[in-house]
């Protein structure tokens, strides 16, 4: 349940002030109310089993409170008492017995009113004549209610029936937008929550670089009758799935306390790690023979040493929530080969690493975001020119046409980075997503840096600001789908490139509170290449 540390009295001011600035002049100085459903617990489809429930985002925001079936009443109005005070009446289901057989009941009235910041705390019997006495207290309000839409719950009809049947003015043009725009910056509780997230995450990250060294060390042994006469227990568990390196980390971050996943992770090995949004997560590890190179694995996660893994990487993209916030780490990490990368996926892994601390170095308030894309699309080409993989006018046969400035402007490297480098992160991991890019959109001016087709994924355009929280996210791929229009492209060196194909893909993804001077990396896993590779090798 929610405590009062949780503010949710003062998001409540916030977002009423933000929608008044959006409101015609005219309706400004009128009462506005506000009127928002809680999630349902959901069952699977044709069934009475729960699936897990977890609180709509914007009313957790205005209220705290993760008990579902709940209602929310708000009014306020400038230039007068409720502008500082606004009124907050929550409704939350009565316990009842048949239900109290079968799970665990809502809290009193009491309780309710104990940890929550609201001005009010009754059951649902009440809200009608509630809203009456707003009705006869306001006349002439707005009422606001979010979109009519399945991404949201349905407020029963009989409640809005109620504003209806009064002519109250019922809109849903304006919460959404003002809510959106309000969570873009967060407050220091809202930071604290987010910092726990990630604390948790980067620890279960860990969690599965330690268990992939322990695995190259031998140190993973079974014990008398494991696997035959009784289960694996989990000091004996290797890593050589993807599902496997997914249930460790999922359980790291139940085990610590986080009921949810922020999004389904993304698991993915070998050449899988270049699809975006893998969330399969259901294949082994590629095997295979030693390669030349490959010297230094001698060590495999085998029990019965029959197999030898084929030097790959693994990305994981996962990260909890806590409290209804959210984290979003990415690592990439290298599996066989005794725990270290490949040259070429080193190469790789270093050169996103450049990508995101030269992005670190340029984070700061009234930056556009915009620009960060473009230092990292400059730095994958730059990367690319020294690799071989872009050529350059010194190269044979070769000339102006192959400058930094001329690959930049043919878009090629978005074959090889489509994604966007980041986007904010709060509540829900690609947060507020109409105010982070708005469609009707005033910093963005004139021609844009580089190729347009940077900026087609990206789900952050807009300058940064103190109390923005988002993720810094470059990566570099080879997906066989992105790379089939540009097979053909006088910038690269399709020699060079089938190299580096087998790597698959490389993300690293950290999250960043922006401050006053910069930012703060609220993501404590190292990715520092010698420290994975240590770990990842069981060295250290």
Known sequence: MANKTYPAQQHVIKTFTKLVELLPAVEQNKPQIVLLAGEVTPFRNDTDREMPFRQESNFFYLSGCRVPASYLLLAYQNGTSLANTPSSQLFIPK?????????????????????????????????????????????????????????????????????????????????????????????????????QANQISSRAHEVVMRVLGQGVRGLIQRGKGAGTERPLLPGEWLIQKEAEAEALFVASCRREGAEHQAYLPIVAASTRASTLHYCCNDREFAWGPVRPHDHQNHNDLAHDHDRVLNPQVLLIDAGCEWKCYASDITRTMPVGNGGKFTPEARAIYELVLEMQRLSFEALKPGLHWDAIQFICHRTLVRGFQKLGIFKSPSSTNSGSWNSEEAIMASGVSAAFFPHGVGHSLGMDVHDVPSASKPVQNDTIKGIPLGHDSFYTYLRLRLPLEEGMVVTVEPGCYFSPHLLAPVRDSKHIDHEVLKRYESVGGVRIEDVVLITKEGYENLTTVRSDTEWVEKVCAGEI
Request: overall charge negative; charged content about 20%; proline content about 10%.
């Open 95 to 195: 316990a009842e017995l048949a239900d109290i057989m079968w799970s665990v009941p809502p809290p009193s009235l009491d309780e309710a009113a104990a940890t929550h910041d609201v001005t009010r705390v009754d059951h649902p019997a009440a809200l009608s004549d509630a809203i009456q006495e707003l009705i006869k207290a306001f006349p002439g309000a707005l009422v606001h209610i979010l979109p009519s839409s399945p991404l949201f719950p349905t407020i029963p009809s009989k409640y809005t029936a109620d504003f209806l049947a009064a002519n109250v003015h019922l809109t849903e043009d304006y919460l959404l937008p003002a809510l959106h725009r309000t969570r873009l910056v967060k407050d220091a509780e809202e930071i604290a929550l987010i910092r």
